[in-house]
Each structure stands twice: as structure tokens, then as C-alpha cells.
């Protein structure tokens, strides 16, 4: 019997709970030759490689699996044919394992084996029902069942007004009002029979229903696991360092109503509850008290003190999950006719953090610590209006929601009081522990705006950057409508007067300017004079009149306060924590100013602020596809570039790096380099190289952004004095030939496109401006308190 019942519940993960798409792909290449597969299948059998092991890295899993050594057996390993082995094992076992979580829920819940469910129809419909009844879960079930009528049937199914409806009539009703609907009959209900009791019956006697699962019940069980996976990578941020069939185990336990952080981190503490999950036979002992308080401690909020600690605690923190990104893309993209309500909160000095801190983890780590604080206070509005459903969203820069349902008439109010009290806290705690200075307005750096469409809400939010008092702007305000119509219109006049004064030059392309004055302008904003200077020498202009240049510059930052928000459903951090033996990170050159470009050519064409927002979105996805096709450019030329796989690239955002299995040598830097300018993207792309040995994941990060931060002072200074296209014909590289942070050597490589054909003068000119490069770097990074002396080499 009880292998009939696991045949079942077998049956159910493999079709209720189905792979996705990942697993599938893993599944078929598993089951090939790793020495036979084409390099398109080794390229993706890296990548699955890879995101294991920046997952690892990131939850700290290698700590937990050292405090807990017996634990080893239940950890993922990130080699390939390791993950094959998991894959297997868990399509053998994933049965057992959610059986063994949820009876393990009922004894942590106090309930007596004889009455607990042990056949698997009886499992899904009491762990349906638990998950149904809970105050605490109502909201993710009830946001589950809004998306099936099977489910929205399951709720009146003794509701005698609603259970013979047709699906479309029942379908216009939302879940939470059947919900409500049919508590309300019931209420009434046994009021009747309120004397009556049942009589209790024995396990044994009850009839029982070992038949393959219904269509409704397969539902049943694919909703409660996403549900429960949902609320576990919320509350437990260890979840992903265990492998596929110890966290079925963990889902089950969850759908048996077991949904607390301390419990899912001493879940496998308990009993032998270890043993059985690793399929051995030891059995280990622990201490009782002592084991309870370490896994208390395992999710506890601890504080941070440090920059350091900050960003050991948020740096690969996100508040949504993939799953929960997609979906709220899908009802941004289907604009004003989602009738809901949209709230964008964005990091508006994310490119100034980055230029003045000189540190990508620092920057992305403040804005994940800002988006905790948010999403803390968004889940506290939800839980105080139960029918109000809000839909997350969080990528690199922004935190986004979509609340709809019953949503309270005073919302903007309450949104405008929770990003105030939420900057203040964000503020305050940074300051008052040192990590920011007194003097850093860090209280005025997140703007926040809403509407009745993502893109309105975003647009909301960039008009506040222009305004003294940082509250949440709302698109449909009679001064916002205003200001914008009067943009709009000042923009199309200061469009045309420019083209009239530099018609005649290659400053005009399109409807606009050349996407190369958007970013100069973009880089040197506020600097008329260095603007006025590479203008006139990218351009090959005689002179370009100040007053010009102050129109141009007036005229692209007033273009990008229409700039369309970016939709990212998943991200990864593109880091070198793993690099021990060295690689490079490579900043991909020019996304904003051709994101600019297309806004700004979109917006010529728009008649009124509704169509302005189309239109920029439209342009925004071309860009798009455009900065997607560089990107695999260059993990092509990475793995062509040097034996394979010696390097293993991952990229995110604009961002991509490349961990080294062993070191590179300086002529694999330089064949990257030369590939890279081989190309209609020369010039695009800003490398560094960090060497072996360096210890620290923090170090090596560090030193890879100081020289980025190298060959961006470098190639600005060189658009100033360098003849445009033989400059665009060059991809620079900084090898970083230190070890330590703020000294050492660092030495320039160029990669050199066909046909440009630098003279010695030209190579003295580059040679002269990168030590001034490094200069300019070292005095920027002494500016934070910290003295750095690096100097260039031959």
C-alpha cells in the first residue's frame, strides 16, 4: 500500500508539478556524452554550472554546510555530472521526500498519527483545506486561486447559489468575494447542526481512494507547492543551498501549514529527520537546545554595521522571485487596460552612486536594503486590507507593485506615507552607523510615482526627480499632466532649433542628434565646457557656440525624464566572487545613451504625453534586442578566444564577467581584446583583468571596478583629442597586476579593429593619457577617505 501511495504522489510531482524549463533543457543534456556535446550545449552545460555556484556563493551555503558537516549529503554540488545526479535522484524520490515532509508538519503541529492523512488524496485535500482555513496564508492562497476556475468551484462547492454556475459567470467573480461568499454558508450551515457532532472514525475504517489523481486535485497540489516555494524563498534564505529532493521536502512540510523561517532552518535538525532525507542509516545526535537556538539564529534579521556586513546581507537579496516578476510583467504590459493601480519606487542616483562610490556591490546593496524596508511595509498594507492583492516586482534599480482587487480610495495617501517613512528609516540607519556620511542626501535618492499603467507610474516617478519635495508623484494630477504636455512641447521646439543651428554638421541623425551626443552629453552632464570640447572634436567642428551647448544639454536631460522604465523578470548579480584564479568583468559601453537615442526619437513623433509613453516603450524594446545581440557577441568571442572552458561568463544587465578556471595569460587577454574590436560593436565594450591569488571576494570585485572606472576616465579624455573613428576602432582592457586593493601595477591593453592604424604619436597619446587616467583614479578614491596609490606600467 505504501508504495502505491508514493507511485502516486511520484506521479503528481512529475504532472501536477511539472519541470520547467531549465530542468527540461538540464534533463536532455544530462542524458548525452559531455565529450560529444556541440559548443552551444557546452556553453549552456557552463551556465547551468555557473548559476549553481553564484547561487551557493551568494546564500553563503559552503557556512551552513560547515556548521552542520553531517548536512553534506543534502547540499547541491555545481559540477555538471553532480547535477545530473540530483536531477535523477530527485525524479526517484521526490514522492517519499513530500510524504515525509508533511507528516513531519503534522507532528510538529501536535497532531496524533491516527489522525493524519496518509494516502495521497487525503494529503492534497487536508493540505488544501489547512492552507484554505490559514489567516496567515489566505492572501498567497486566495491570489492562487484567482488564476482557475477549478479552484474558484472548490470555494462554493457547498454554496448552493454559486456551485451550479456556469464557468463564465463564475469566473467574473473574484476569489476573495466566493471566499467570503461561502464562509457566510457555512456560518449559517452549522448553526443547524451545531449539536450534532461527528462520530470519530479510525484510520483503518475510512474508505480510501488509491486511484491516479483527479484533474482537480492535480491542481490542488501544483498550487499548494508553488505557493508554498513562494513563502520559503521569502522567509528562508538558505532554501536554495539544499538539493531538488531535500527542498520538496521542506515544500511539503510548508503545505502542511508549517510556514515559519525558524522551523523551515531547523526543520532538518530535528529527530533523524537528516538521515532520512540523505537515505542513510547513522543516526545523528545533537544537543537539544543548543541545535534549536543555531537554527533560530540561521534567518534571524541580524544587523549590519559595516560596509562590509552590508553587503554580505544584501547584496544577492531580492523581494521577488522570478515567477512573481513575470507576472507582474505581463499585467504591466497590457498597460492601462489592467485596471489596477501602479506604484514605481527607482534608485535615481543609481549612475551617480556608481561613478562617486566606485563600488557596484556598495550601490547595489544600499538600493537591496531600501527595496527590504519597502517590501516590509507594502506586506504590513496587504495584510491590513486581506482583499487588496498587490503583485511585486523588483529588478537591479526599481521596486514596482500592481494592487488591485479591493484597493483602499485613500491608497495614494498610504503609499506616499510608506515611501517617506521607508527613506527616512533607509536614511537614518546608514547614517546614524556610519556606512553613509552626514552630508550624503541619501533620504532624497529613491523617487517614487504612481498611475494607472506601469509606464505612467515610472513616468511619475522620473518627473519627481525635478521636484524639491520628494513625495509620491500620482501621473493623473492636473500640475503633472501640465508639466509634462508644456516638456512635451518645449522639447519639440528645442528639437528643432538645435537641428537648425547644427544642421549642417554629423551632430544630426534621424529625427534627433547622433546617438554619440546623447552620450557625451549623458557622461558630462553639468560640464559645459569638457561637453563643448568633445563635441567639437568627435564631431570635427571648428567651433560650437556655448550657448548651443546649453540648449543640447537642456535638451537631453529633459528627454530623459520621459525615458520608459526596463523590464528584467530575472536577474543575476554578474560578480568575481568565484574567481580565485582570476578573470574579467566588461561593462557593455552606451545602453543609456541608446536608450536615449530611441526615446528621444520616439517623442518627436508623439503628439500628446499617452502616445509619448507607447511610443518610448516601443523604442525601449528595440534597444533592447539590440544590447541582447552584443551581449552574446561577446560570449562568443570570450569562447573562441581561449581553450575550452577555461572561462565561464555570465552576464546581467549591462554587465558581464568571466571566472577563470585557470589563469590567463596576457596574450588570451589581448586575443579577447583583438576579437572584441573585430567588430561592429569596436569600442562598445570597457574590460578589466584581475589576477590569481586575490583573496578576498570583496577585493577582487573592487579592483575589477577600478579599472573599468580606469578606461572610462581614459576614453573620455581620448573623445576630447583623438580623431572619432580611430578611437571607436579601439576596445581597451586594464589589467590589474596586483593583488591588493588601492596599490600596485595596472598596465593597459588595446585591441586593435582592421584597418586602424595607430601612429607612434597616437600610442604616446594613449600611453600618456591612461597614467593621467590613473591618477584621476587614484585621487577619486582618496576623495572617500582611502588612500590609493596605483601606478601604470609599461
Not at 271 to 298: F, P, Y
Not at 349 to 360: R, S
Not at 376 to 386: I, V
Request: glycine letters at 6%; a positive charge.
Amino acid at each position: 500500500m505504501l508504495l502505491k501511495i508514493v507511485t502516486y504522489i511520484l506521479l503528481s510531482s512529475l504532472t501536477a508539478h511539472a519541470f520547467d524549463a531549465q530542468d527540461i533543457l538540464l534533463y536532455s543534456l544530462c542524458k548525452k556524452d559531455r565529450k560529444t556535446c556541440s559548443s552551444n550545449e557546452f556553453k549552456l552545460v557552463e551556465k547551468f554550472e555557473l548559476q549553481c555556484r553564484v547561487e551557493q556563493e551568494g546564500h553563503r551555503c559552503q557556512e551552513l554546510s560547515a556548521k552542520n558537516s553531517e548536512w553534506a549529503p543534502l547540499m547541491r554540488k555545481c559540477d555538471f555530472e553532480s547535477l545530473c545526479k540530483e536531477l535523477k535522484e530527485y525524479q526517484a524520490q521526490s514522492g517519499i521526500a513530500c510524504l515525509r515532509g508533511y507528516k513531519n508538519a503534522m507532528v510538529d503541529l501536535g497532531i496524533s498519527i491516527k489522525d493524519m492523512a496518509f494516502s495521497l488524496g487525503e494529503f492534497v485535500e487536508e493540505g488544501w483545506e489547512n492552507f484554505k482555513k490559514s489567516t496567515r496564508e489566505r492572501e498567497a492562497f486566495l491570489k492562487q486561486c484567482n488564476q482557475s476556475i477549478l479552484c474558484k468551484r472548490d470555494l462554493v462547492k457547498d454554496d448552493h447559489r454559486y456551485n451550479k454556475l456556469p464557468d463564465d459567470k463564475l469566473d467574473k467573480f473574484t476569489a476573495t468575494f466566493l471566499y467570503v461568499q461561502a464562509q457566510d454558508m457555512k456560518a449559517f450551515k452549522s448553526s443547524a447542526d451545531r449539536m450534532r457532532p461527528k462520530p470519530y472514525v479510525p484510520i483503518s475504517e475510512r474508505a480510501r481512494d488509491d486511484t491516479d489523481l483527479t484533474a482537480e486535485q492535480k491542481f490542488k497540489m501544483s498550487s499548494l507547492l508553488d505557493a508554498a516555494e513562494v513563502k520559503i524563498k521569502e522567509q528562508y534564505d538558505r532554501y536554495l543551498c539544499y538539493n531538488r529532493t531535500a527542498r520538496e521536502e521542506l515544500k511539503c512540510y510548508a503545505v502542511g501549514n508549517v510556514i515559519d523561517p525558524t522551523l523551515f532552518a531547523g526543520y532538518f535538525i530535528k529527530g533523524a529527520r537528516v538521515v532520512a532525507a540523505a537515505g542513510r542509516l547513522s543516526k545523528v545526535e545533537k544537543a537539544g537546545v543548543e541545535v534549536e537556538k543555531s537554527a533560530a539564529t540561521l534567518t534571524a534579521r541580524s544587523s549590519f554595521r559595516t560596509r562590509g556586513e552590508l553587503i554580505d546581507k544584501y547584496l544577492h537579496y531580492s523581494p521577488a522571485t522570478t515567477a512573481q516578476n513575470e507576472k507582474w510583467i505581463v499585467q504591466a504590459e497590457k498597460g492601462t487596460r489592467a485596471k489596477m493601480t501602479f506604484f514605481d519606487v527607482e534608485n535615481s542616483q543609481m549612475k551617480v552612486l556608481n561613478d562617486t562610490l566606485k563600488d557596484k556591490n556598495l550601490v547595489t546593496s544600499l538600493t537591496n536594503y531600501h527595496k527590504d524596508i519597502l517590501f516590509s511595509k507594502m506586506e504590513a498594507l496587504q495584510k491590513e486590507f486581506p482583499d487588496l492583492i498587490i503583485d511585486k516586482y523588483s529588478d537591479f534599480k526599481s521596486s514596482r507593485f500592481a494592487l488591485s482587487g479591493t484597493v483602499p480610495k485613500d491608497i495614494e495617501k498610504r503609499l506616499d506615507k510608506i515611501f517617506r517613512e521607508t527613506n527616512e528609516e533607509f536614511s537614518k540607519y546608514l547614517k546614524d552607523n556610519k556606512i553613509l556620511r552626514t552630508e550624503d542626501n541619501a533620504e532624497t535618492w529613491f523617487r517614487g510615482g504612481v498611475g494607472q499603467s506601469a509606464d505612467q507610474a515610472n513616468l511619475a516617478a522620473r518627473y519627481s526627480r525635478g521636484q524639491n519635495n520628494n513625495v509620491v508623484q500620482n501621473y493623473a494630477q492636473d500640475s503633472m499632466q501640465q508639466s509634462m504636455s508644456r516638456q512635451l512641447s518645449s522639447l519639440d521646439r528645442q528639437r528643432k532649433g538645435i537641428r537648425d543651428e547644427v544642421g549642417r554638421t554629423g551632430m544630426v541623425d534621424g529625427q534627433t542628434l547622433h546617438q554619440d551626443v546623447f552620450d557625451i552629453v549623458r557622461k558630462n552632464q553639468g560640464e559645459p565646457d569638457k561637453i563643448s570640447q568633445a563635441l567639437t572634436k568627435r564631431f570635427a567642428l571648428s567651433e560650437l557656440p556655448r550657448s548651443t551647448v546649453l540648449k543640447i544639454q537642456d535638451y537631453v536631460k529633459a528627454t530623459d525624464n520621459f525615458s520608459p522604465g526596463i523590464h528584467i523578470a530575472s536577474r543575476e548579480v554578474a560578480h568575481l566572487n568565484d574567481a580565485a584564479q582570476g578573470g574579467l568583468s566588461a561593462d557593455i559601453i552606451g545602453l543609456g545613451a541608446a536608450n536615449l537615442k530611441g526615446t528621444a526619437e520616439a517623442l518627436a513623433s508623439a503628439k500628446n504625453v499617452d502616445q509619448a509613453l507607447e511610443l518610448t516603450r516601443a523604442a525601449e524594446k528595440t534597444v533592447t534586442q539590440s544590447f541582447k545581440d552584443q551581449k552574446k557577441y561577446f560570449e562568443e568571442v570570450i569562447r573562441r578566444s581561449v581553450s575550452q572552458g577555461k572561462l565561464k561568463t555570465l552576464c546581467s544587465g549591462d554587465d558581464c564577467v568571466s571566472v577563470a578556471v585557470s589563469p590567463l595569460n596576457e596574450a588570451e587577454k589581448t586575443k579577447i581584446l583583438a576579437g572584441l574590436a573585430d567588430s561592429k560593436y569596436s569600442g562598445g565594450y570597457r574590460l578589466a583583468f584581475i589576477p590569481e591569488g586575490v583573496a578576498a571576494a570583496e577585493t577582487r570585485n573592487a579592483l575589477a571596478t577600478h579599472g573599468e572606472s580606469m578606461e572610462k576616465i581614459l576614453r573620455k579624455t581620448l573623445g576630447a583629442s583623438m580623431e572619432p573613428r580611430k578611437l571607436q576602432g579601439l576596445t581597451f582592457g586594464v589589467d590589474m597586476k596586483t593583488q591588493k586593493l588601492n596599490e600596485g601595477a595596472v598596465k593597459l591593453l588595446i585591441g586593435e579593429a582592421p584597418g586602424v592604424r595607430l601612429t607612434e604619436k597616437d600610442r604616446e597619446l594613449i600611453e600618456r593619457t591612461f597614467r593621467q587616467a590613473v591618477e584621476d583614479l587614484n585621487q577619486e578614491v582618496s576623495k572617500e577617505g582611502v588612500q590609493a596609490m596605483y601606478r601604470a606600467a609599461h
